[in-house]
């Protein structure tokens, strides 16, 4: 057989059982993207930098089925159905390339209104929803206050609680520590605003490797059928095993 062939033939079916690996981890992608957005959603007004997600998760949705179809076609040696297969893969590379792009434009503009959301909720402190949220942010991303922990010195809570910070800004397991700002070696430095923006760039930047890694792959198996499918049409369609 052809080496040429038989390489490409080998590539596809390994491209068919990456599919089912590839829409399991997209979707993780998708959905740990989504979540960490969601766990600072009070601090986050452009919900468009969520667009990259939803874009990976539609990908992932037809991966698995993509996979059967790319492994039946290579295997009866069907080139209706590796042309199928060769439209599905040119598809979802041009959706993973346009994720690309949505990253980077986004990207550029995900610190863009945060600094007035932040303050607002960080002002409502105290009420409800927003404590929790002020919370979980503070102690999950290790930060205190917009800018830095004087930054609740501007806050009706600061004001209402002794000169105190809540106890969020706290070191972990500091017993000691009371939310004053006489102990600031008690308290994390680092301002919220700085944190949230550092770490969204971080899960976006994980989930841009991810999509660009299958994007190469997608792109050598499209160079696959177009070997098959050109040698074939000249020798006849050999099959995989001789």
Sequence with gaps: MDCGIATSKSILLFLSLV?????????????YVIKSYGSFENFIQDKYTLVPAAIIIGI?????????????STIRESKLGLSFFFCIIMVIFAAEVTALVFNFIYQNRLGQG????MNDVFNKYGDGEATAAVDIL???LKCCGVSNYTSWTNTSWFRQHNNTVPL???????????????????????????????????????????????AIIKFF?????????????????????A
């Design 168 to 214: 969020s800004c706290c070191k972990e397991k500091n017993s000691t520590c009371t939310g004053s700002l006489s102990q600031p070696d008690l308290l994390y430095q680092e301002g919220c605003e700085v944190s949230l923006v550092r770490f969204l760039h971080d899960v976006l930047r994980y989930a841009m490797l991810v999509v660009l890694g299958f």
């Design 19 to 31: 599919f089912w690996a590839a829409g399991a981890a997209l979707a993780y992608v998708g959905a």
């Design 138 to 140: 503070q102690a999950e």
């Design 114 to 117: 945060i600094d007035r959301s």
């Design 221 to 241: 198996g499209m160079l696959s059928v177009c070997v098959i499918t050109c040698r074939s049409d000249r020798t006849g369609y050999e099959p995989l095993y």
């Design 60 to 72: 992932s949705v037809v991966m698995f089925i993509i996979g059967l179809v790319g492994c039946c």
